[in-house]
């Protein structure tokens, strides 16, 4: 069936390194990619999103990158901050359904 | 701007009792979504609305229900919880008409335990 998974699931990282979380998914026909962020006891937020069309896309601090080849999503963080501690989430879905696909989520801890 | 509110914040239940979560966002999003996530895991999406006066299944409605009360609201009930039920659950909106590749927004959460 149709999965998105992610490989690392905690990733520790310095205060100002950068910090790279993967996802992949499995579902050819996906052509919506979005990422959220979960601190404890809140909902997720909304981080970035990309579509098929693009293979890179940047916001703030915050660039995901596409690799339809090989299924894979990546979400790279510049500068890590303490605030940016939390569990990532990828997602999937395509223009013909209704709702997005969750990945099992990445914790990503900043060390001071 | 609230975006989308959810109550109770925290609730629990005995085993074959009912309650209402309720939802709310305004944003003037059309569709609305229930979603639970169990410890470890991603969100799964129980029901969701794609507009006013319209429901569809998700990928686990089983001991839900759900009511598109008006474009604001819409909330999800527990006929007889279970403990299988225990969970956080959250709601969410998007802009347009239940497209998948719609953002969408997200509440802070309901934290259910079912004894």
Known sequence: ?112 | NAGVTQTPKFQVLKTGQSMTLQCAQDMNHNSMYWYRQDPGMGLRLIYYSASEGTTDKGEVPNGYNVSRLNKREFSLRLESAAPSQTSVYFCASSATGGSGTDTQYFGPGTRLTVL
């Open chain 1, 1 to 112: 069936g149709e999965s998105v998974g992610l490989h690392l699931p905690t990733l520790s990282v310095q205060e100002g390194d950068n910090s790279i979380i993967n996802c992949a998914y499995s579902n050819s026909a996906s052509d919506y990619f979005i990422w959220y962020k979960q601190e404890s006891g809140k909902g997720p937020q909304f981080i970035i999103d990309i579509r098929s069309n693009m293979d890179k896309r940047q916001g703030q601090r915050v660039t995901v990158l596409l690799n339809k080849t090989v299924k894979h999503l990546s979400l790279q963080i510049a500068a890590t901050q303490p605030g940016d501690s939390a569990v990532y989430f990828c997602a999937e879905s395509n223009t013909g359904r209704r709702a997005l696909t969750f990945g099992s989520g990445t914790r990503l801890q900043v060390q001071p």
